[in-house]
Structure formats: structure tokens, C-alpha cells
């Protein structure tokens, strides 16, 4: 699939980016959007059709004054596959994603701290090249493969500059999968792998202009801007989650805080979010709640409306909010995606960041920033894998500025 993908010239590469990013999509939006001529679409897409890289899908409005509808085209999900591997803080995810972000296969697996991580990998190369046996007989359809890990990364290496996890650090990812694959690997910050499933597949598609925001064991953010994602000089854009700032004095007070204000990532993990529910239940709240919950002990609570979790979750709205403005206002988004557990599982969450974001002291941004919560769901730093494949083999074509 990769000499596939080297061998299209420059307009068929575009040809293929415009399907991928705006598809489904007739001919006629794309010569009028690439500014080729109809004849030369047709005869791009002819070939682009016979290499089993996109498909027709259907009819669309009626195209001319007789009447005819358009037939649509989008990117052919059994062109390819991509092998994806999310590296979390205490598990990694594998599997086999196609191109439209579906997920073929996938499996989980838990490592304790004192592995090693080429030890860790080598169970999970193992049972990625099983998954091939099994499902990709046909080397032919490999893309390659990406891997998302938190951290900052040096992408000329694939290697991990800087990292949480004890043992990560300076590791060389693309080595050690090109070596035990042979394939092509690309390596990516986890939230900015996501951002770009959300970006192509989810609830930022059709933006150009996009931020996503992850809560989980901490937070970062993923910037979209004129429709490239943005890295930064050092490779650390979007790692919101070490900003320091001072609460508001009813937060500073609250059970979320103990003791000083510190960075945002530190307040909004999941491992605070522990601790306040033991705080709360030492300070004699009414709740259902034991010391110990997990975070689903805590989501059925705040389902079955116990005082505690309410309490906890508008406070934690409210930051959230706070940092919602502040990345509204940094870079402007057409939408702002809020993506991670508690987003999925608590809908209300979302409307209580919204109620806070209509307190803002400065209305234009905040008001046409359209906020979302992901639908990508558990695994949607797996789809955003497949998402980050193709943005690189992207990189060599021309911008999509195709307007719906």
C-alpha cells in the first residue's frame, strides 16, 4: 500500500486528501474546490477507483438543471489497514483500524510499572503479528503503523523527549516496530492523535479550525488550525495540563483543591478526582460514596443524584470552564471538542462547561466557538492512529480548502 501511495502524482494525491477529509463528495465539488477541470477529475478518479482507493457511495442533490444527482465518492475503507498502538500510563491498546476509523480488532493489555518497555512491546508485536495472520492476509493492504503516547515527542527519532511514565523516556518506538514489523511507523502524542480522529472522523469534521481538550489522568489539548495540526517549535503544543494559575476563592476552598493551587493537569486527573471523594466523605458529606470509589462507583453516584458527586462535578465544571475560556480565547476554534471519560458518560458535564463559557467577559469568540462532546468513544486514540497515518502521507499534497 505504501508504493501505492508514492506512486500517485501531485493531483491525485489531492484528489484523494479532498475524499478523505471532505467526502463523501461528488466530482463536481472537487473540480469546482480543486480548480481542475471535470474531464481531469474523471480520469484521476478512474485510476484512483481501479487501485481500490475510494469508492462511489450513493447520490447526493441533483448536480445540474436536468435534474441528475451527483454521485458521491468517499475514501474506500477496505483499501487499507493500519496497524495502532496506544501506550496509556497503565495499559496499551492494539488493533487493526481501516481507514474510515473503523476498528476491525483490538485488544487491551495491563503492564505493571517495573517492565521494561521493549518487554511490554514484545507480547504486544507478538499478538499484532497474529492479528495480521488472522486478518490481513494481504500484505499489500498495510499502511503501516502508528503509535500514540503521552509525552512529548521527537519526531525526527520517534523517541519520547519527555514522559511520565518511569522507563519511557528516550525510548526509540519507530525503531523498535520497524525492526519487528518491517513496516513504515509513525509516533504521536496521544492528545494530538485523538485530535485528529476527532478532526477527520468525529465531532470536528468539516472544521478547519478546531481545539480538543482530554480529560483523563490529567489534561492536554490538540489544536487544528486551517485545517493542519499544530506541534509547535518544541513539539509541546497543547500541553495545557502544566499551566499553573490561581482558582477562583470558592474553588481554592473547595474539596477539589488541597491545600495551594497547582497546575491544571494535577486538579482535573482522575487521581484527584479520588482523593476529593475521600475528602469529601472525612468532611461528613451525605453520600453513597466509600473511601476508595472508583470512577464508576462515582458516575453511578452522580446518576443517582448523591450530594457529593453533584458537588464534585459542578466544581469540576467550573474549572473546566475556566480552562475552556482560556483556550477559546487563545486560539479562536470554530469548534471546541471536550473528549474523555467523564464527557462521555456524564452528557451534563458538558452543558455545565457551556454555562460557564456564557459568563465570559469576552462574548464573539465564545459565542461562535461551538462546544461538543467526543463520540469516538473508549478507543478513539485508536481511531485517531489511522488518522495520523494518513496526515503524514498528507503532508506532501496540496491544503483542502474545499468549503461545505
Request: aromatic share 8%.
Amino acid at each position: 500500500m505504501k508504493a501505492i501511495i508514492e506512486e500517485l502524482g501531485q493531483n491525485e494525491l489531492r484528489i484523494f486528501r479532498a475524499v478523505y477529509e471532505k467526502g463523501p463528495i461528488s466530482r463536481v465539488r472537487l473540480a469546482r474546490g480543486l480548480h481542475l477541470t471535470r474531464a481531469a477529475v474523471t480520469i484521476l478518479i478512474k485510476r484512483l477507483t481501479q487501485l481500490g482507493l475510494i469508492v462511489e457511495v450513493g447520490k447526493g442533490n441533483s448536480g445540474d438543471r436536468r435534474g441528475r444527482r451527483e454521485v458521491l465518492l468517499t475514501v474506500n475503507p477496505e483499501a487499507g489497514v493500519i496497524l495502532a498502538v496506544h501506550i496509556s500510563l497503565t495499559h496499551i491498546n492494539y488493533g487493526l483500524v481501516t481507514l474510515n476509523g473503523r476498528i476491525l480488532i483490538h485488544n487491551r493489555q495491563h503492564f505493571p510499572e517495573n517492565y521494561e518497555p521493549s518487554e511490554v512491546l514484545s507480547a504486544v508485536t507478538d499478538e499484532l503479528k497474529r492479528m495480521l495472520d488472522e486478518h490481513c492476509k494481504d500484505s499489500g493492504r498495510l499502511f503501516g503503523v502508528s503509535v500514540a503516547i503521552p509525552g512529548i515527542i521527537d519526531y525526527k527519532t520517534g523517541t519520547v523527549r519527555e514522559q511520565t511514565r518511569v522507563g519511557w523516556q528516550g525510548f526509540n518506538l519507530k525503531n523498535f516496530f520497524e525492526k519487528q514489523l518491517d513496516l513504515n511507523v509513525f509516533v504521536e502524542n496521544d492528545v494530538k492523535a485523538l485530535t485528529l480522529g476527532e478532526f477527520y472522523f468525529g465531532m470536528g469534521r468539516h472544521s478547519n479550525d478546531m481545539v480538543c481538550l482530554w480529560s483523563k489522568d490529567g489534561i492536554g489539548a490538540g489544536i487544528i488550525h486551517d485545517g493542519r495540526l499544530i506541534r509547535g517549535y518544541s513539539s509541546s503544543a497543547g500541553e495545557i495540563g502544566f499551566n499553573q494559575f490561581i482558582l477562583e476563592l470558592p474553588i481554592n476552598r473547595s474539596i477539589l483543591v488541597n491545600g495551594k493551587p497547582r497546575c491544571w493537569g494535577d486538579i482535573l486527573s482522575f487521581t484527584n478526582l479520588r482523593a476529593s471523594i475521600d475528602r469529601g466523605v472525612d468532611e461528613g458529606w451525605k453520600t453513597s460514596l466509600k473511601k476508595g470509589a472508583s470512577i464508576d462507583d462515582f458516575i453511578n453516584a452522580y446518576e443517582d443524584n448523591d450530594p457529593l458527586a453533584i458537588f464534585i462535578i459542578s466544581t469540576l465544571a467550573s474549572v473546566l470552564g475556566m480552562v475552556s475560556c482560556n483556550l477559546i480565547y487563545s486560539y479562536n476554534p470554530q469548534v471546541l471538542v471536550l473528549a474523555g471519560p467523564l464527557f462521555e458518560k456524564i452528557p451534563n458535564l458538558t452543558l455545565e462547561v457551556k454555562k460557564h463559557l456564557d459568563k465570559g467577559l469576552l462574548k464573539t469568540p465564545l459565542t461562535t466557538a461551538d462546544l461538543k462532546a467526543s463520540v469516538l468513544g473508549e478507543d478513539s486514540i485508536l481511531i485517531g492512529c489511522a488518522a495520523l497515518h494518513l496526515e503524514y502521507i498528507f503532508k506532501a499534497s496540496e491544503q483542502v480548502t474545499i468549503r461545505d
